[in-house]
């Protein structure tokens, strides 16, 4: 017997609900913004989970009033017709000329409401995040329409998060209504304070000049302790950006580190190896949309080997062809270099073109995540966290692998090294095309944040060098703090003397830095370091 009726309920209540709710909808198809907006309260106020997709269509431009009979309706465009369904049920009703039919049009204020019903509607979900995205819809909303759903919600609400979430929204509506007592508004200002934010301030600045001294009192207290909490949450966001800024840098600069370090060579084409990387990059991508598009999530990581291929190649001819005959000339190595570096910009322009070249973000990279106030995008965290990779890498492969042994017997004393039966020869090209090549897979790293273009390099080449010079030259660990440093630095001096200042007063630091410590903050010990 109770399960007969428990199917009778069911069939039932669709048939009560779409009784009473089929007028209200239809009265939505009014030409009085003002009706409308009542006809909107009203079926908010039924509580009707039904009526979703017709106020979803009605936001969207897609909920049309039948000229024969006035019954509101959701629509799509279909040929020259309006294909039409019932909002209730879902029911195909055919398709109409679309003449035949009015789209229902609203205005900033029917959107703000529609927005509000729909957040009050949708906080009996079953699924948690879903009562909480609609929670937060009605603290935005702040319509006093939605407190009774609210209320009714918060009474059955077990959930810890939605529950705060919903006695947000309800404390934002309260402190809309200047009648309530004074107790209420202090528990609603209290309330929004343990929120922070933009949005609590809009909702609390307002009341610091309310005429109840309790209330402005509160309301000030409020909004000075979230604008403190705003001001640690911007520094924390500016080290974030300073962290990815560096990271960035440490890619840029940790080849130069190695091929400045071990040889001694300027090389100004350094930021053409990162030029190289971006490149392989994108040509990497490129075939993979014409052949294999489903592998373009895969991209970066199968442009990486061939990025460090590439420029390391590129590096290795470079250092037998040009370099080994300039070593212990050091103003010629730089012109010859600067001049080399310019020869492959225009070679790349002759090849690919002088407009900036797409590079995609795979689906891995894309987007960001909250942590308080901070937000940290994807995309930087992957390329901290290859920078720490590559570096580590580096740094095994110096200490652990007779490559390694060699390259510090080296950048120590070449002399010695040389006596002791090193190929130092050897050791500088081996030295110079691994420089090179990480310096192809910055490049890798920077086409996903940068322009890639036959400038790329350019912008990270002076950077490069302090920072080299900065930590100490040769020493990687030095590379690592100046690294991460200099993009600290620069991104909290940015809001305080602006981007272009904040650079210069980096640069004089460095200057005068360096003018203390001739040798960098971590300088190589050796009997002929400077051979």
Same mark, same amino acid.
């Given at each position: 017997m109770r399960m007969l009726l428990l199917l009778l309920s069911l069939l039932v209540t669709p048939l009560v609900w779409a009784q009473a709710t089929g007028p209200l909808i239809d009265a939505l198809g009014t030409d009085d913004f003002a009706a409308r907006e009542q006809a909107l309260a009203a079926?908010?106020?039924?509580?009707?989970?039904?009526?979703?997709?017709?106020?979803?269509?009605?936001?969207?431009?897609?909920?049309?009033?039948?000229?024969?009979?006035?019954?509101?309706?959701?629509?799509?465009?279909?040929?020259?017709?309006?294909?039409?369904?019932?909002?209730?049920?879902?029911?195909?009703?055919?398709?109409?000329?679309a003449g035949n039919v009015a789209l229902i049009r609203v205005n900033n204020r029917l959107r703000r409401a529609i927005g509000a019903s729909l957040g009050a509607l949708t906080l009996r979900s079953p699924d948690a995040a879903v009562r909480r995205t609609a929670a937060e819809a009605v603290f935005v909303s702040r319509d006093a329409?939605?407190?009774?759903?609210?209320?009714?919600?918060?009474?059955?609400?077990?959930?810890?998060?939605?529950?705060?979430?919903?006695?947000?929204?309800?404390?934002?509506?309260?402190?809309?209504?200047?009648?309530?007592?004074?107790?209420?508004?202090?528990?609603s200002i209290a309330t929004i304070a343990d929120r922070g934010g933009q949005a609590a301030l809009a909702l609390l600045n307002p009341l610091t000049g309310s005429t109840e001294p309790a209330v402005a009192k509160a309301a000030t207290e409020a909004v000075r302790l979230i604008e403190n909490k705003l001001a640690w949450a911007a520094a924390a966001q500016n080290i974030i950006y300073g962290l990815s800024l560096g990271s960035v840098l440490l890619l840029a600069a940790i080849g130069l580190?190695?091929?400045?370090?071990?040889?001694?060579?300027?090389?100004?084409?350094?930021?053409?190896?990162?030029?190289?990387?971006?490149?392989?990059?994108?040509?990497?991508?490129?075939?993979?949309?014409?052949?294999?598009?489903?592998?373009?999530d895969w991209s970066l990581l199968i442009a990486l080997p061939l990025a460090f291929i590439v420029a390391g190649g590129v590096g290795i001819l470079i250092e037998r062809g040009i370099i080994r005959f300039l070593y212990g000339?050091?103003?010629?190595?730089?012109?010859?270099?600067?001049?080399?570096?310019?020869?492959?910009?225009?070679?790349?322009?002759?090849?690919?073109?002088?407009?900036?070249m797409e590079v995609g973000n795979p689906a891995w990279m894309a987007g960001a995540f909250?942590?308080?106030?901070?937000?940290?995008?994807?995309?930087?965290?992957?390329?901290?966290?290859?920078?720490?990779?590559?570096?580590?890498?580096?740094? +095994?492969? $110096?200490?652990?692998?007779? &490559?390694?042994? %060699?390259? #510090?017997?080296?950048?120590?004393?070449?002399?010695?090294? *040389? =006596?002791?039966?090193i190929r130092t020869a050897r050791v500088d090209a081996l030295t110079f095309g691994l420089g090179s090549g990480i310096a192809g897979l910055a490049g890798?790293?920077?086409?996903?944040?940068?322009?890639?273009?036959?400038?790329?390099?350019?912008?990270?080449?002076?950077?490069?060098?302090?920072?080299?010079?900065?930590?100490?030259?040769?020493?990687?660990?030095?590379?690592?703090?100046?690294?991460?440093?200099?993009?600290?630095?620069?991104?909290?001096?940015?809001?305080?003397?602006?981007?272009?200042?904040?650079?210069? +007063?980096? $640069?004089?630091?460095?200057? &005068?830095?360096? %003018?203390? #410590?001739?040798?960098?903050?971590?300088?190589?010990?050796? *009997? =002929?370091?400077d051979h």
């Open positions: 079926l908010t106020e039924t509580g009707d989970p039904a009526i979703v997709p017709a106020l979803k269509a009605l936001e969207g431009g897609a909920l049309y009033r039948r000229l024969a009979d006035d019954k509101v309706l959701i629509g799509r465009e279909d040929g020259d017709g309006i294909a039409l369904t019932d909002p209730l049920t879902g029911t195909a009703l055919g398709t109409e000329p329409t939605a407190l009774p759903p609210v209320d009714t919600a918060l009474a059955t609400e077990t959930d810890a998060k939605v529950k705060r979430s919903l006695e947000q929204a309800r404390a934002a509506i309260l402190l809309a209504d200047d009648t309530l007592p004074t107790d209420t508004k202090l528990a580190a190695v091929t400045f370090g071990v040889m001694g060579v300027i090389n100004m084409a350094h930021g053409e190896m990162v030029m190289l990387g971006a490149y392989t990059t994108y040509v990497v991508q490129e075939v993979i949309r014409t052949h294999a598009p489903g592998l373009f000339r050091p103003l010629e190595t730089l012109l010859a270099t600067w001049g080399l570096s310019l020869v492959l910009q225009q070679a790349v322009r002759s090849i690919f073109g002088p407009t900036n909250q942590v308080g106030d901070v937000t940290i995008t994807y995309g930087r965290m992957w390329i901290f966290l290859f920078g720490l990779i590559v570096f580590a890498a580096l740094m +095994l492969l $110096l200490r652990r692998t007779p &490559l390694g042994l %060699q390259m #510090r017997a080296v950048t120590q004393n070449r002399s010695m090294a *040389r =006596a002791m039966g890798v790293a920077l086409s996903q944040i940068d322009n890639v273009s036959p400038n790329l390099g350019q912008g990270y080449i002076i950077d490069s060098f302090m920072i080299v010079i900065f930590g100490g030259v040769g020493n990687l660990w030095g590379t690592l703090v100046g690294a991460l440093s200099l993009g600290i630095v620069n991104k909290l001096l940015e809001p305080l003397a602006g981007a272009v200042l904040g650079k210069i +007063l980096v $640069l004089v630091g460095i200057i &005068l830095f360096i %003018q203390a #410590r001739p040798r960098g903050l971590f300088a190589l010990k050796g *009997r =002929a370091i």
